[in-house]
């Protein structure tokens, strides 16, 4: 699997491209900003762009969604629950982040469901809290956790749709039962590093204990 961290963005957001080598199939995980480089870096490694996925629909995360798709034909992925939220930035954030507006998602997706590009598959697990349909994508020895787990901190919930009890539970529930071992790649560079692992965030993270 071809997998790349790329921060974009003034929110330090953590893009990411996925791939498979074999076929050139790939992905790319929130692309807020910097769509060219994004586009030239996975097709400097022989990786096409099939879809955009997005863990969850706030502005910061999905305001290169436009762009990504007219310039690569790529199909915009999300929970079925963040889907209107697309289409629906409103005004005011749209001018405060530089975004235009996102097309509406080509494919909507709830939890247990796949998204595969060539041989790599992704998982997606429903984590509401952040947003009400914030998701997680895990492939074996790896996660993407958006907005709702970063490196030693969680997403906020003070935002509409959000809630600390539900965040919490997902976390927990959803997240801490993958294996210790499993890489966190987390949807912000907030932290003192840029990934982490499950083991380390059960041990370290003050939020979640």
Same mark, same amino acid.
């Given at each position: 699997m071809f997998l790349k961290q790329v921060e974009v963005s003034p929110m330090v957001v953590f893009a990411y491209i996925v791939g498979d080598p074999a076929s050139g199939k790939g992905l790319v995980i929130d692309p807020a900003d910097d769509v060219d480089y994004l586009i030239g870096l996975a097709g400097d490694n022989g990786i096409q762009i099939d879809y955009i996925v997005n863990t969850h629909g706030h502005v910061d995360h999905i305001s290169g969604n436009r762009e990504m798709k007219?310039?690569? /034909?790529?199909?915009?992925?999300?929970?079925? @629950?963040?889907? #209107? &939220? @697309?289409?629906?930035? #409103?005004?005011? &954030?749209? +001018?405060?982040? /530089?975004?235009?507006?996102? #097309? #509406?998602?080509? +494919?909507?997706? +709830?939890?247990g469901d796949l998204i595969t590009v060539g041989a790599v598959s992704l998982r997606v697990l429903h984590t509401p809290g952040h947003t009400p349909g914030g998701m997680v994508l895990y492939a074996d020895g790896f996660v993407f956790t958006g907005d709702t787990l970063f490196v030693e901190a969680v997403g906020r919930t003070d935002l509409p749709g959000g809630s600390w009890p539900v965040m919490h539970r997902s976390i927990k529930e959803k997240i801490f039962t993958l294996p210790d071992e499993t890489r966190v790649l987390p949807g912000h560079n907030y932290g003192r590093m840029p990934t982490s692992t499950i083991g380390h965030e059960k041990k370290y993270n003050p939020y979640v204990q």
């Open positions: 007219e310039k690569t /034909g790529a199909s915009i992925i999300i929970h079925e @629950l963040d889907a #209107p &939220m @697309l289409e629906n930035t #409103p005004p005011v &954030m749209l +001018r405060m982040f /530089g975004a235009t507006q996102s #097309p #509406p998602a080509d +494919r909507t997706v +709830r939890d």
